[in-house]
């Protein structure tokens, strides 16, 4: 194999650089990068010796290439004489790079793009410039993004929802679909003031940029059937957003947290108490709720280092959080019901009891066996009867408080 550069590498050269968006970055930011020298290697003066018919050979291909030119040089040689070599490869233009790789139609199609965003967003063509094939890959969608980030420029802090945006073609899927590249669009073209910089990713672009958010539920179970949380009905399983969760002023003095459902529908009566379906790591709204703090709690997640840094970001809104049934006497009594963690949690957390940071150092660093878990609902029934009535008989109903 030769190692000088032949037709196809050249191709290859101009290739790379559409393939990382430099062609297109050109039609952007209106720099011309032409005429653009391209690598050549070529034969030496042994190559000319030795294998002199190759090195016609090479010559007459690049030659023949059309939309490169090329330089030559001559070379004096002892044994074949004067020869004319190529010496360098140009690509004099846009439109013969464009001609060599077959790109015409893309590249006149994100012109278009950049001709269309200049005229109505000016200040977005430096996302142009960097994300070139990003954006001509949403082309179809592109006209319509621009609508959006028109609307949004006119209506800054909207307060309505996604729905209520009232553009032609323009749904709540489809803004949904792109929030990760209207954000960066809007960041552009909005003011400071228009946007909650607080608010990052695209689980909170609503919030970012002014939308109205679905409000986030809450569902709890009534545990004593003489609580009122709703007004005639007896030991409810109700669902509230959590703005009014947060209003609630129950009777309460034990809320219990599960974070499976199964557990949640089937717990005990447990007098003067609530249950409460679990939010994994989802605890911002929970927090609102003040009155929480008035009361026991109680979390019962699954043993394993997920569970413990569930009940960790739980404890860093209410300290008092005691947990249930997540010790390890619960742990080997269910042996024969242990499964494995695909993806363990790996951090150090500091919101941990002393036994609690033991199990779960036991976990992490898979001192028992790799990956163990215990899922909550591998539970039996029974356990969960016995550990209620001992919290029950425990005065004061909360001394195995967290730290």
């Not at 034969?43 to 190759?54: Q, Y």
């Not at 703005?243 to 003095?253: C, D, H, N, T, Y």
């Not at 089937?266 to 009361?295: K, M, Q, T």
């Amino acid at each position: 194999m030769t190692a000088w550069t032949g037709a196809r590498d050249l191709k290859a050269q101009l290739l790379q650089l559409w393939e990382r968006g430099s062609l297109l970055r050109q039609a952007a930011s209106g720099q011309n990068g032409f005429p653009l020298r391209l690598t050549l290697k070529g034969p030496g003066s042994a190559d000319i010796t030795n294998r002199f018919d190759a090195v016609r050979a090479w010559s007459t291909e690049l030659a023949a290439m059309a939309r490169i030119r090329l330089e030559w040089q001559e070379v004096r040689h002892r044994v074949q004489g004067a020869q004319r070599l190529p010496a360098s490869a140009w690509v004099d233009g846009i439109e013969d790079a464009l001609a060599l790789l077959g790109k015409e139609r893309e590249w006149y199609r994100f012109a278009t793009l950049v001709t269309a965003t200049r005229q109505a967003q000016p200040g977005l063509l430096p996302w142009l410039e960097r994300r070139p094939l990003q954006a001509l890959a949403l082309a179809d969608d592109w006209a319509r993004l621009l609508a959006v980030v028109q609307w949004l420029k006119d209506h800054p802090r909207p307060g309505v929802y996604l729905r209520q945006v009232d553009l032609p073609g323009v749904h709540t899927k489809f803004i949904e679909a792109r929030r990760g590249v209207l954000a960066e669009l809007l960041d552009l073209a909005l003011p400071p003031q228009a946007i909650d910089a607080a608010k990052t990713g695209v689980a909170q672009f609503a919030g970012r940029y002014g939308f109205l958010e679905k409000p986030v539920r809450l569902r709890l179970r009534v545990l004593d059937a003489q609580l009122r949380v709703v007004w005639g009905v007896a030991s409810p399983d109700v669902t509230l957003d959590a703005e009014s969760f947060s209003r609630l002023r129950p009777a309460v003095k034990r809320v219990f947290i599960t974070e499976n459902e199964t557990n949640f529908l089937a717990f005990p009566p447990v007098p003067e108490s609530i249950v409460l379906f679990g939010a994994g790591y989802g605890w911002e709204a929970l927090a609102r709720s003040a009155w929480l703090n008035d009361c026991t709690l109680y979390y019962w997640g699954d043993i394993d280092t997920h569970g413990f840094a569930i009940l960790d970001q739980l404890r860093g809104h209410f300290p008092h959080v005691v947990s249930f049934l997540m010790d390890r006497q619960t742990l080997d009594a269910h042996e024969a019901v242990w499964g494995r963690e695909a993806t363990p949690v790996i951090s150090d957390l500091h919101r941990l009891t002393a036994d609690e940071q033991a199990l779960y150092d036991a976990l992490r660093d898979n001192r028992i066996r790799t990956g163990l878990r215990l899922e909550q609902e591998q539970i039996g029934f029974r356990m969960v009867s016995q550990h209620l009535q001992a919290l029950l008989g425990n005065a004061g109903d909360g001394s195995q408080g967290g730290r």
